[in-house]
């Protein structure tokens, strides 16, 4: 089966930095995907990683291992609007579309 | 351009019902997939239609299912509705491959009484 595991919940402070991290364990690996989820609305697209390494988009970054099964989302100078949930997600086919997601992290960021 | 429309946002029914939910994709997206989220289970993949053909298929029974029409437009039905498919139910498109991360709609809060 599919097994994706992120912390449930984190807090950090405003203008901070926050490392989420991601795990998983697929029958097959064809890219990580993270989404960003405000309460009550629908997810968005931050990143796609592919390839090992790190992609950094603005104050989003996001980092693959592939050898460990290892993904992480960085947030830099964290802002209020941030508080969010953090949605890790894997596509273990090339060319489908059907992503197996972590249960998200609810990250809070505190004044 | 207009986002992923889902109709509608709410929906109360009783056990033993059936709903159909719609959804209308980006214009020029041909795929359209639809997920199920609960608090307990994050989102859970349901299927994926293309060119009004299901392509990919979850593992949920068979009492859920779905079609696309020629204008890529989708519905997803749920038959025989039990309690525990109360749940926002999310549609999501894009041009074919995600590589670039599907558009979701805001959802379909259905809840059985």
């Known amino acids: 089966g599919q097994n994706i595991d992120q912390p449930t919940e984190m807090t950090a402070t405003e203008g901070a930095i926050v490392q989420i991290n991601c795990t998983y364990q697929?029958?097959?690996?064809?890219?990580l995907f993270w989404y960003q989820q405000h309460a009550g609305e629908a997810p968005t697209f931050l990143s796609y990683n592919v390839l090992d390494g790190l992609e950094e988009k603005g104050r989003f970054s996001s980092f693959l291992s592939r050898s460990k099964g290892y993904s992480y989302l960085l947030l830099k100078e964290l802002q209020m609007k941030d508080s969010a949930s953090y949605l890790c997600?894997?596509?273990?086919?090339?060319?489908?579309?059907?992503?197996?997601f972590g249960t998200g992290t609810r990250l809070t960021v505190i004044p | 351009k207009a986002g992923v429309t889902q109709t509608p946002r709410y929906l109360i029914k009783t056990r033993g019902q059936q709903v159909t939910l719609s959804c209308s994709p980006i214009s020029g997206h041909r795929s359209v997939s639809w997920y199920q989220q609960t608090p307990g289970q994050g989102l859970q993949f349901l299927f994926e239609?293309?060119?009004?053909?299901?392509?990919n298929k979850g593992n949920f029974p068979g009492r859920f299912s779905g079609r696309q029409f020629s204008n890529s437009r989708s519905e997803m039905n749920v038959s025989t509705l039990e309690l525990g498919d109360s749940a926002l139910y999310l549609c999501?498109?894009?041009?074919?491959?995600?590589?670039?991360?599907?558009?979701f709609g805001s959802g379909t809060r259905l809840t059985v009484v």
């Open positions: 697929t029958s097959g690996f064809n890219g």
């Open positions: 997600a894997v596509r273990d086919q090339n060319g489908a579309n059907n992503l197996f």
């Open positions: 999501a498109s894009s041009r074919d491959s995600a590589n670039y991360g599907y558009t």
């Open positions: 239609y293309f060119s009004e053909t299901q392509r």
